[in-house]
Every structure is written in structure tokens, then in C-alpha cells.
DNA sequence: CGGGTCATTGAGCGTTATCAACAGCAGTGG
DNA sequence: CCACTGCTGTTGATAACGCTCAATGACCCG
């Protein structure tokens, strides 16, 4: 039991899973059972294809994706990030078919959630799941369509605290970007070039730490203060 | 039942569901039945408040509204608009809070739809439902992070057409555009100013007719193919 | 007729894009 | 071991797209 659960506390899924919702024991157990049978995908690879039919679902457990959609002529939005924790491809029709791309950014794990009406309170914690991700998405459209340059990358980096943290694995307001400042600038409607002056900027003021794609926050609570950002709710019991 | 049919098919909400997936017998009548209890309001009404719990669904008759964001500071972003045959506070969570308010555009005509899990198909419907308002979702994020001001308000005009089509109410690509000038530039991250112009822009290459709120597309079909544009699918068997 | 909202137009400016060059670093193959 | 290549990050100079401010006109409604 002790083992069960020092398992549990190093796995991110599974931690994030448990903190949308309480999980029973048997939820749980579900999970552990399903986190041990593993995938591996290297950097690069389509998890999901637009235009394509969706496989089935699938939860990270290890490294970050995106979701990406590609114009015509070249240009390419990326949606959103995927980190562990989230789920993929978890959508109740049975003929679907993706509206955008979602293509691994690092090396990933991945496994095969438990299904859907096994455990109760496993479909809560998937359902909050899904009313996160659509959260975000409604957070990026308005990044989008109203802040400038700074505030979005700001309101971006805090996004990616904020989730890290859920899961559990970002440590002294410290993690790991594993994008380049190209794929920044595609996600925020920039150039790599604006990103990179952003980036100068919010480091001659000591806002953020950047070296080697080790980000840390001087400050994440004065930040948010400034941009007037508040923590995402779905869920009046979050 | 000769009635019924016609009572059907000057109901855009039912015409929309019924598009997006055979509708059995007995679903289209339990649909027929809750369209006769209506509920009116009025411009402005909020019929969902941000941070607030939602309180049951309701499925639009008639009229428009709007999926709205407000910040602090005064800003406001349109996530998106709510057309007839669209549902909202459509969301699987007991103690679910909105992340947007929703308010009326318009006057509008609303009821309670069918609940869930009483009729195979409309739910069906409801979650094909579901999938397009994400996919309009992603659109968005894809206009304001990618398109210019020209390709965002000819994609946005574009989206709103292929939509009221599928509800049966824009005959000729012609429909009435309800929202100011200054709505649409909360929408797409422009000024009015700056939308006033573009639409200049495209009166003046005669792309569109538009005087007094009602718009007409020249060709539609030319437009989308300028844009590379093409009709949003979320199903193989759409 | 007065007041309000919305659409329209002009002038000037600022944020961000574009273009270009270079440095650092990892991987690769001679 | 060292060119060589490719990718990423960095910096400078210039240009453009869309913003701001301001004024006016059209229309509706009380």
C-alpha cells in the first residue's frame, strides 16, 4: 500500500487526475493498473491527424504535445499544449474526426486511460478534464484577441505554471520549456523574432529566469497581479 | 402529420439537429414537443454569467448571442456566437461554472431541450454538437493567431453563412448580421474602426452587399476559395 | 428638436512584421 | 579532428498593418 502509493505521488497523470476530483479507492487502482501498461512516442510524431478519424483515447503520462492546425500557404496555429495529465483523443462520438493535428513536442509517454462508466468518479475527473481544456481554449482565444505582445506570453508562461503545477511537477515555480521561441511565437499570433525581444524584455526586468529552455518565475504571484490573471475554475468544488 | 412536418421545417433549431444525424421518430417528436414551451429575452439579457454555476441547458430557437470574456481593465473579447439549433450550458458537470458569459443579441426564443439519455439520437446530436461549437472554437484561435484583418472578417462572415445555412436560415447567402460593427471588432481583435474599413475593402471589390445589418454574399464559394476555406467537418458521417 | 448610438472618414503614430546577418551549438561525415 | 550543415537564438534597420484620436453624418426614439 505504501509502494501503491509512493507510485502514485511520482506519477503526474495520476496526480492531476486525483486533484480535479476525489478518486475512490478503486478509481485509483484503475489507474495504477492502466499507467503500467506504457506507450513511447518520440518528438515529432502525429498522435492524431486533422482530418482523420480518432483512435481512442489516450493519457499522458510523460513529456508535452501540441495541437497544431496547418494553413494552405504554410502558416500553422498551434491550439494549445498538452501536458501530462492531460487526455487525448477523448471525445464520445464514435465517427469523429479531428478538427486539428496533435503532434508530440518531446519524448512521450503515453497509455490507455481506464474506459468510460467503470469508474464514477474517474468519468468526473474526465469530464472536469474536458471543461479544463475548453477553459484554456477560451483563455487562448482571448490571449489572442486582446492582450499585446508581453501580456500574452506572460499570460501564456503562467498557463503552463498554473497546469504544471496540478500535476505536480513544476517545483519552486521552475519547469522546463521544451518548445523553441518559433513555436512560442506560432501559439501567440507572433514572430520567433518579437518573442525573442518579449523575452529580452521580461528578463532585463527580472521577471523570469531563461537559460537552456529552464524557465523559472521570479515572482508568479506578482506577475499575475500585474496582468490581472486569475487561476482557471471549472468547477465550483475545485 | 402533414402538420407536423411543416411546423418542422420552419424550425431552424429542429432542421439543424436533424442535420447533424438522423433523427429517429420518436426523438424529432420529443424535439417537436419541447420547442412549444418557449422562453423569451430580450437584447442584452446575460443567460449565463462567468464564474457563476450553470444552471440547465437551453437550446436556441431564435436570435443570436454572444460567448463573451471581460477583463479587468474594460477590454472584452466574443469568444464566439450562439446561432438557432445551438445548444448552451450544454456541459456534463453537476457544479459546473462558466468560464464566459453568454448574452443576447437579439430577442430570442429558447426552450429546454430534450434531457439527456431519453433519446439515442439527439444525444447524438447533442455531443456532434458539442464537437462543432470546439471546432468553431479552434477556428477562432486559428483566425485571430493567423489571418490578417481582411482574412479574419471574410473567414468570420464565412463561418457565420455556413452555420445559418445549416440551420435552413440564410437563403440566397443572405442573412441579417445583428451584431455593431463594434462587436465584431471585440470578435476578431480589431478596432471598429479598423472592421468599418475592411468592410469598405470589401464592398468596394464587390465580395459583399451589406446596408442596414443585412448581408449578402456576391460569391461565396469564390470567397472560400481566396481563402483557402474550407466547411468545418467534426464527423466521417457528416 | 435634442440626445444617443452607430457608421464613416482623415491624419498621424506605434506595435509588431520583415529582412538580413551573425553567433552558438549539436550532429555528421570526411 | 575539423570543416560543414542545420537549427535555434540574438540583434539591427526598416516597413507595414492596424491603432488612436477626432470630427462628422445618419438614423432612431422620446
Known amino acids: 500500500m505504501s509502494a501503491a502509493l509512493a507510485f502514485e505521488i511520482r506519477e503526474p497523470a495520476i496526480t492531476r487526475l486525483s486533484r480535479l476530483i476525489r478518486l475512490d479507492p478503486q478509481a485509483k487502482a484503475a489507474l495504477a493498473e492502466a499507467v503500467r501498461h506504457r506507450t513511447h512516442a518520440p518528438p515529432g510524431r502525429e498522435l492524431i491527424a486533422e482530418g482523420h478519424a480518432i483512435r481512442g483515447p ?3 503520462l510523460q513529456g508535452w504535445a501540441a495541437r497544431v492546425r496547418q494553413l494552405a500557404d504554410g502558416r500553422r496555429q ?5 501536458l501530462p495529465g492531460d487526455l487525448i ?3 464520445d462520438q464514435p465517427e469523429a474526426i479531428a478538427t486539428s493535428t496533435i503532434v ?9 486511460p481506464p474506459k468510460r462508466g467503470s469508474h464514477p468518479s474517474l468519468d468526473k475527473a474526465y ?3 474536458r471543461a479544463f481544456e475548453e477553459a484554456y481554449l477560451v483563455a487562448q482565444v482571448t490571449r489572442l484577441g486582446q492582450l499585446d505582445a508581453y501580456e500574452r506570453l506572460a499570460d501564456l508562461l503562467l498557463e503552463l505554471l498554473e497546469r504544471l503545477q496540478l500535476a ?3 517545483p519552486e515555480e521552475r519547469f522546463t520549456l521544451p518548445m523553441t521561441q518559433e513555436m512560442i511565437a506560432d501559439t501567440l499570433g ?3 523574432v518579437h518573442i525573442n525581444r518579449t523575452l ?3 528578463r532585463r526586468e527580472n521577471s523570469i529566469v531563461l537559460k537552456n529552455r529552464e524557465l523559472r518565475f521570479a515572482d508568479a504571484d506578482t506577475l499575475r497581479r500585474a496582468l490581472d490573471r486569475y487561476p482557471v475554475r471549472v468547477s465550483a468544488c475545485g
Request: glycine share 6%.
Open 58 to 60: 489516450q493519457l499522458i
Open 78 to 82: 498551434i491550439i494549445s499544449f498538452l
Open 89 to 91: 483523443g477523448l471525445c
Open 104 to 112: 508530440s513536442l518531446t519524448d512521450m509517454q503515453l497509455c490507455v
Open 127 to 129: 469530464t472536469i478534464s
Open 168 to 170: 505536480g511537477i513544476a
Open 190 to 192: 507572433l514572430t520567433s
Open 200 to 202: 529580452q524584455t521580461m
